[in-house]
């Protein structure tokens, strides 16, 4: 089932919010509901993020009474600005964005009912993509995990991040399907509890080998010689390779770092931003001091406590032994390698 998709005009996707006690969908019929989706989580996950603001730009068109080329085309960059705002450190959202209007700008007609039915084929087309693109960079990374490893990943990079299949959980996937007898140890992930929540679900469904432990074990497992790669997404790779994803990926690839371990970030070309030079140029987001101070609703910290939220960190690319794209394994220096992986998929 893929996260998200478009039905009766209009956007619909799960819920995550509910997971994993109620799998439900939500249907979005505007493009302020597109942005909210992403805003409040009801999707997160760069490239699902990205496949929802795609759709949103299709559902802007659709919406828009525009009668010429010129208005559609304005309508639409005044829907990339409030989708864009949505979050801001996954890039996969304004490429998303971008795609679209680029590929209406370069469109060959200027009836804007061929525009409209355009911008939903070429989010469709993005949509579908995204899950290609996925297998490949699982068989690529599953090329660097031994048989019977022990992989620790943060947070959730599945089906439910992705239209479907995951980018570091896809190669998790295929290393189950090839018969690896990999076993899995995910983060909980706090604050949002994407592993606990989402990851964790994702596994039991697949039925991977895994347990689900604290943030706060992972250094003790690794001391123990009970972890055998490290596996994270990404929200943006910056040019020189310094990865941002989920608050607490920096901790792990420290450890992993300090253990001999090889830390393996899993992301696609579109994840990686060449515009952005370095991880200090990538904005991250914070977010609401509720979900620090509670946990599924119950209050956890005394009342009105200052609290600091962000939702990513940066961890340096010296820390990463590799980057698996669909365009192939990139390793140091990144700034060449993933440039030319880059420049492969412009090429297709
Ligand atoms: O805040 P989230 O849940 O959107 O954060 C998601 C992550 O950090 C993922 O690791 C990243 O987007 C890669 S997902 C394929």
């Not at 450190?89 to 469109?107: E, F, G, H, K, P």
């Not at 295929?174 to 994407?194: F, M, N, S």
């Not at 830390?263 to 904005?283: E, F, K, Q, R």
């Not at 620090?292 to 939220?309: F, I, L, Q």
């Amino acid at each position: 089932m893929p996260s998200v998709w478009w039905k009766d005009n209009a956007v619909q996707l799960i819920d995550q919010r509910l997971l994993p006690t109620r799998l439900e969908t939500a249907t979005l019929h505007t493009v302020a509901d597109v942005a909210a989706s992403i805003r409040d989580m009801y999707v997160r996950g760069a490239p699902a993020i990205g496949a929802t603001a795609a759709y949103g730009m299709a559902l802007a068109a659709r919406l828009s009474p525009a009668t010429d080329r010129k208005d559609l085309l304005d309508d639409l960059k005044e829907a990339k600005q409030v989708l864009d705002a949505a979050r801001p450190t996954a890039v996969n959202l304004a490429w998303a964005t971008s795609r679209i209007l680029a590929t209406l700008r370069a469109a060959p007609t200027s009836d804007p009912e061929d525009l409209r039915g355009l911008a939903l084929a070429e989010a469709e087309a993005l949509a579908a993509a995204d899950v290609e693109i996925n297998r490949r960079m699982g068989a690529n990374g599953a090329a660097l995990i031994p048989e019977g490893a022990n992989l620790l990943h943060h947070c959730n990079t599945g089906s439910l991040a992705t239209v479907d299949y995951g980018t570091a959980l896809g190669v998790i996937y295929a290393c189950h399907e090839q018969g690896k007898g990999i076993h899995v140890w995910v983060d909980e992930t706090r604050p949002r509890l994407q592993g606990a929540r989402l990851t964790a679900w994702e596994l039991m469904r697949a039925e991977v080998p895994m347990h689900l432990i604290a943030d706060n074990a992972s250094g003790s497992l690794m001391r123990q010689g009970r972890v055998d790669a490290v596996i994270f997404g990404a929200d943006r790779v910056a040019a020189n390779g310094d990865v941002a994803n989920k608050i607490g990926t920096y901790n792990i690839a420290l450890l992993a770092h300090t253990h001999g371990i090889p830390v393996y970030c899993v992301a696609p070309t579109s994840t990686v931003d060449l515009n952005t030079p370095t991880g200090d140029d990538i904005p991250i987001e914070e977010r609401d001091a509720a979900e620090v101070t509670r946990v599924g609703g119950t209050v956890v910290a005394p009342e009105a406590v200052p609290v600091y939220n962000p939702a990513f960190d940066i961890t340096p690319a010296r820390y990463i032994s590799a980057i698996v794209t669909e365009e192939g394994v990139c390793h140091a220096p990144y700034g060449l390698s993933l440039a030319a992986a880059v420049a492969r998929a412009a090429e297709t």
